[in-house]
């Protein structure tokens, strides 16, 4: 099951930089999160696509969640 929340990471990252499909790979960032919400990586990815959406309150709120985590935690 890893693997599978690491291939919806890949393929919403690729929705959101080829396509500009924002809406879909914060659906499976969120989802991702649900999953493994310590992954530092999905939360900045998901800051990057609020902050493409121009939703930048959640994009700061999960930007400052990213740095109470330590390096080991992701």
């Known amino acids: 099951k890893p693997m599978q929340t ?3 990471s890949l ?3 690729h929705n959101v930089h080829v ?8 659906e499976n960032y969120q989802k991702a999160l649900k999953k493994e919400p310590n992954n530092i990586d999905y939360l ?3 800051a990057q696509c609020f902050y ?3 939703k930048y309150e959640e994009a700061t709120k999960d ?4 740095l109470t985590f330590n390096i080991t935690d992701s």
């Open 11 to 13: 393929m919403a990252w």
């Open 63 to 66: 930007l400052e969640k990213a």
């Open 19 to 26: 396509n500009g499909n924002y809406e879909d790979a914060l």
């Open 44 to 46: 900045k990815n998901r």
């Open 52 to 54: 493409d959406l121009k």
């Open 6 to 8: 690491m291939q919806r």
